[in-house]
């Protein structure tokens, strides 16, 4: 049960931490799994990929397929409405981050 619960959370948390990365500048997918297991989120390609995509199917990011060493590599990077939603969500979570840091 409580497995369930902080990985509902942290799925929250990994998506500001895509939306951070997407506006600084654009990103593949397994620079972002490795990003976010350097801050501590154990995540499989079958999570993150599903995230990514559903990300971008609500507007926040977009896709860009750029080839690579012959390959086709998509990268992300955020929207007008994924910067509208990085800005609030960063004052949202400052305001809670104050109020539970004791």
């Known amino acids: 049960m409580k497995e369930k619960?902080?990985?509902k959370l942290f799925l929250g948390f990994m998506q500001i931490h895509?939306?951070?990365?997407?506006?600084?500048e654009a990103f593949y997918g397994s620079w972002m799994m490795d990003e976010?297991?350097?801050?501590?989120?154990?995540i499989s390609p079958g999570t993150l990929y599903p995230l990514l995509h559903n990300m971008e199917s609500k507007k926040l990011l977009k896709k860009d397929d750029r080839i690579v060493?012959?390959?086709?590599?998509?990268?992300y990077s955020t929207t007008d409405l994924g910067d509208q939603v990085?800005?609030?969500t960063r004052i949202k979570a400052y305001e809670l981050f104050k109020e539970i840091k004791d």
């Open 5 to 7: 619960i902080l990985r």
């Open 18 to 24: 895509i939306l951070h990365h997407g506006k600084k």
């Open 36 to 42: 976010l297991k350097e801050h501590g989120y154990d």
């Open 69 to 75: 060493h012959g390959k086709v590599r998509k990268y």
């Open 86 to 88: 990085l800005e609030e």
